[in-house]
């Protein structure tokens, strides 16, 4: 282990987590750092901080980035350098797009960025749209569709196959120029007619039968305030934009929706910055011009994009085929005393009297059995609301609505709260939630049988025989069946609703299946 982790190790700074790589994002409303530790297939965020320059405000009407916003961005850079010398960060990447790549003095700022220290890379719009693709694909494996990634100086738009990016387009329709459209247009409708004109004259292979019935993948903070604003209207029970799914007729409904309201409406709401505010109208019927043109049968909304579309390109193959989810959970389990080895034979132990059915997977199972391990460690007043919101509203990722459901059910039922909050019962049905209690109670059986010990998961088998739930130890631990593993047997089998017995087999002979074998409870 190196000097710096050892450090950051026993500092604690990022509560366990050590700061491995660095992107500085210079995009044309704000300027970036964001730390990141952990699995770098699910990375962690251990810092995220911005400085809203405004670098591309001034680009269509002067050609240059504005002297007050240079100054302001290099402000927040020199800050930025600092505190990664201080984190002893050394893996820093440094990407800066339209605002600078279309300045007629981006060289000089990029010459700045080089006295600072940093290597940056001036990246083209196609760049830019790989990456954003990249991002969307590490998020969603297997993605199809059309990925629309809003910045502040342009849009870009990517085919998507499979995860693999396609042609790719960049056009000058940002956040920042879409009041040029405004101005020349006094009214909503014959701003969108000229943003359709100019979707279909530079991006005509998206228009009709190129994006048409696919799924449109909306990357960027502006695309991310629409989803926020149309959850809250929903009353949707989750708090996380990043996934979140609309139909088409429910896109069209909501972009008229914020395409007739006024900043200062919007700037009243919770979780939407003034700076967005002035925003969304417009991109509101940018919207509604892409919906006319592309067709798409639907958004979805994803919260990666261009920055971890450059962490995921740098992983080998067999990191990329990792699964998000696991690896997400798995470091976040780990730093909470349950490492992924410890859910694997927790996991193991249970799937025959609790497997994965029809509604749930086995890396779900796999998942909410990390979460119910991790769990344990919150102090038992505030465990229960703590560890749901964990399930609910932590950024997990390729995870659904009702998988994070599931997830909520098990880690309750882990400990003994069968009676969902209505958050939850909102997002799956029945079945689907009591498939997911059965994990929970299986786990606990599991776990407070022994102490989570090795020993005892290896001197001791659960398995379901002629439709009853069959409890089975090595002699020399039939001492384990306590009081506390009767009950919690108890609760699972009627969860089950199955009859349940404790079988006592001799030492090593777990795998037997003599009828000679003890039968001391039964019910």
Not at 415 to 421: A, D, I, K, T, V
Request: aromatic share 4%; net charge neutral.
């Amino acid at each position: 282990m190196n000097l710096r982790k050892k450090r950051a190790e026993r500092d604690g700074a990022f509560s366990g987590a050590t700061p491995e790589r660095a992107i500085i994002d210079i995009g044309s409303n704000t300027v970036r750092l964001v730390v990141y530790g952990g699995s770098m297939r699910a990375p962690a965020v251990l810092l995220n901080e911005k400085v809203a320059a405004k670098l591309g405000r001034d680009i269509a009407e002067t050609g240059a980035l504005a002297d007050e916003a240079v100054e302001l961005a290099m402000r927040g850079l020199r800050r930025f350098a600092l505190l990664l010398q201080d984190l002893g960060v050394d893996d820093v990447e440094t990407v800066a797009t339209a605002a600078v790549r279309d300045a007629s003095n981006g060289e000089k700022f990029v010459a700045g960025l080089r006295e600072l220290g940093f290597n940056p890379r001036v990246i083209t719009g196609e760049e830019e749209a790989c990456l954003s693709a990249s991002g969307v694909a590490g998020a969603f494996p297997d993605a199809t569709g059309i990925v629309a990634d809003l910045g502040g100086g342009s849009l870009e738009l990517i085919d998507v196959a499979d995860g693999a990016p396609g042609s790719a387009v960049s056009l000058p329709l940002g956040t920042l120029r879409l009041p040029e459209y405004r101005k020349k247009d006094n009214d909503d409708s014959a701003m969108r007619k000229s943003l359709e004109k100019a979707l279909k004259k530079g991006a005509g292979e998206f228009v009709g039968s190129g994006g048409k019935d696919k799924p449109l993948y909306l990357v960027g903070g502006t695309w991310r305030t629409m989803a926020v604003f149309a959850m809250q209207e929903q009353g949707h029970p989750l708090s996380d934009p990043h996934g979140f799914e609309m139909s088409a007729k429910e896109a069209k409904g909501l972009a008229k929706t914020l395409a007739g309201m006024s900043p200062e409406d919007l700037n009243t709401r919770d979780r939407i910055s003034s700076m967005r505010s002035e925003k969304l109208p417009n991109a509101a019927i940018l919207l509604q011009a892409m919906l006319a043109r592309i067709e798409p049968s639907g958004l979805v909304f994803s919260s990666w994009g261009l920055r971890e579309g450059l962490l995921y390109d740098r992983l080998p193959n067999h990191a990329k085929s990792q699964d998000p989810l696991l690896a997400g959970i798995g470091v976040f389990a780990t730093q909470r005393g349950a490492p992924p080895t410890l859910a694997a034979r927790i996991a193991a132990w249970t799937v025959d009297a609790a497997p994965s059915q029809k509604h749930g997977t086995e890396r779900l199972r796999l998942a909410a059995t990390m979460l119910a391990l991790a769990s344990m460690q919150i102090e038992p007043n505030i465990r229960l609301p703590q560890a749901i919101d964990w399930a609910l509203h932590k950024r997990w990722i390729a995870v659904s609505g009702k998988d994070r459901a599931m997830m909520a059910a098990a880690v309750a039922a882990n400990g003994n709260h069968p009676e969902l909050p209505e958050q939850v019962t909102e997002l799956a049905d029945d079945d689907a939630l009591n498939e997911a209690i059965c994990w929970g109670l299986a786990v606990r059986l599991a776990r407070r049988i022994g102490a989570k010990s090795r020993r005892s998961l290896q001197a001791s088998r659960l398995v379901v025989r002629d439709g009853k739930l069959v409890l089975r130890l090595e002699k020399s631990h039939a001492a384990l069946f306590g009081i506390p593993t009767e009950k919690d047997i108890k609760l699972l089998a009627g969860k089950l609703d199955m009859d349940w017995s404790v079988t006592i087999v001799p030492d090593g002979e777990l795998k037997s299946d003599d009828d000679g074998h003890a039968d001391v409870a039964a019910q």
